[in-house]
T-cell receptor
């Protein structure tokens, strides 16, 4: 069965510090991968998605970046955190079908709660 | 702009009550509508609906989609305290970003004993 891991579970960082959140998926190959942020009182906001190694699409311009160095690894980074980066960060995966077919069902990791002080 | 609106934003009921959660949407290239349950951490997948009028059921939870009126409902019968959670509705689109979902803000359900 498929499993998705995220770490760390919680993180407290000062403004201006760097960030690196990691997500890995087990039990599947060639997944589509996603990073979301969930701020208090707001819905899930898609930040980045990836359909393959080295392929990253950004949905929201910001001081965050993402990388996919391996098929089942997805990393969210920042060089300098802002107060507004605080939130709950969720990684998700979905099946990438043959012939370009994609599936809407996404499955989420346990999340990282980031507090920027 | 594509949007998904859930109502009510929050709801308090007592154990044994039946609740109905609403989700309406305005999107281009609709493909599917999904419901998730979010407790403390990650949203867990409940249902995916693609066809109008066909009810999906899992235990005490059921959901139906109306593609003409652009909405879905999630019903929970005989609620239990374990049903307390935020219920998220999301719409999946064809084309564009692969598999991307547009989420509503959620309905926070509190079930009191």
């Amino acid at each position: 069965s498929q499993t998705i891991h995220q770490w760390p579970a919680t993180l407290v960082q000062p403004v201006g510090s760097p960030l690196s959140l990691e997500c890995t998926v087990e039990g599947t190959s060639n997944p589509n991968l996603y990073w979301y942020r969930q701020a208090a009182g707001r819905g899930l906001q898609l930040l980045f998605y990836s359909v393959g190694i080295g392929q990253i699409s950004s949905e929201v311009p910001q001081n965050l970046s993402a990388s996919r160095p391996q098929d089942r690894q997805f990393i969210l980074s920042s060089k300098k955190l802002l107060l507004s980066d605080s939130g709950f960060y969720l990684c998700a995966w979905s099946v990438r079908g043959l012939g370009g077919r994609h599936y809407n069902e996404q499955f989420f990791g346990p999340g990282t709660r980031l507090t920027v002080l | 702009e594509d949007k998904v609106v859930q109502s009510p934003l929050s709801l308090v009921v007592h154990e044994g009550d039946t609740v109905t959660l609403n989700c309406s949407y305005e999107v281009t290239n609709f493909r599917s509508l999904l419901w998730y349950k979010q407790e403390k951490k990650a949203p867990t997948f409940l249902f995916m609906l693609t066809s109008s009028g066909i009810e999906k059921k899992s235990g005490r939870l059921s959901s139906i989609l109306d593609k003409k009126e652009l909405f879905s409902i999630l019903n929970i019968t005989a609620t239990q305290t374990g049903d307390s959670a935020v219920y998220l509705c999301a719409v999946g689109l064809y084309g564009g970003s692969q598999g991307n979902l547009i989420f509503g803000k959620g309905t926070k359900l509190s079930v009191k004993p």
